[in-house]
């Protein structure tokens, strides 16, 4: 059963257990094979394809109504973050070297997430279509349903660089990376539910050429 079966399926009640369980997947099959670069590791190829297949094809409804213009607001939210998501731990990995100590490729790994993650932020300030207000309603409700995910996120990236589990460079990067593909998946469930449970706070507000109903 993998961990997007399991997030999907609703039977993932805290991200820890995506993340244990990305783990041992991992752990597993680096036990099994020669450690390949972490630049071309399938993270890159997964945000890709969410971006490119499923983000665009997802349906967001309200009462049992599809609704385009949180459809619209959900996607643009997900694009924006995946793609500095995806650009950020991208230029992580072409900085990072095997001659690195644990605590560099901590502090590699910490701040390029946190420098991603203000990159989304302003862009989300900058270019969602929405008044101050609103976009602070719709990132607050998003922040709060995935707060829990981002603490076990960074607690995940001192415990891949500062354990035992891994020996090199390498292969904490690697991990660190088979983590992000589990949040991926969850970022995606936390965004639709935060979205979804706004319930009347959108309605009647313009997105694009779109009524939130």
Not at 123 to 137: S, V
Not at 197 to 211: H, V
């Amino acid at each position: 059963m993998t961990i997007e079966y399991i997030s999907q399926a609703g039977l993932l009640g805290v991200g820890a257990i995506a993340i244990f369980l990305t783990y041992l997947y991992f752990k597993k099959k680096l036990d099994e094979t020669p450690v390949s670069n972490p630049q071309k590791h399938r993270f890159f190829n997964l945000v890709e394809y969410e971006l490119l297949n499923r983000i665009p094809n997802i349906k967001l409804y309200h009462n049992e109504v599809y609704c385009k213009g949180r459809t619209e607001l959900f996607r643009d939210i997900l694009q924006i973050k995946f793609k500095h998501w995806e650009d950020g731990l991208r230029e992580a990995m072409v900085m990072g070297n095997d001659k690195m100590s644990d605590n560099e490729l901590q502090s590699l790994l910490e701040r390029a997430t946190l420098n991603f993650v203000k990159g989304y932020q302003r862009e989300w300030k900058d270019t969602l279509q929405l008044d101050k207000d609103k976009i602070a309603l719709v990132t607050n409700k998003f922040n709060k349903w995935h707060q829990s995910k981002v603490e076990m996120y960074m607690d995940s990236i001192r415990g891949i660089c500062q354990g035992n589990s891994f020996s090199s460079v390498r292969e904490k990067a690697n991990a660190f990376l088979e983590v992000n593909c589990s949040m991926l998946i969850l970022t995606i469930i936390d965004a639709e539910e935060s979205l979804g449970s706004l319930n009347g706070d959108l309605s009647g507000t313009q997105y694009k050429d779109n009524i939130i109903k």
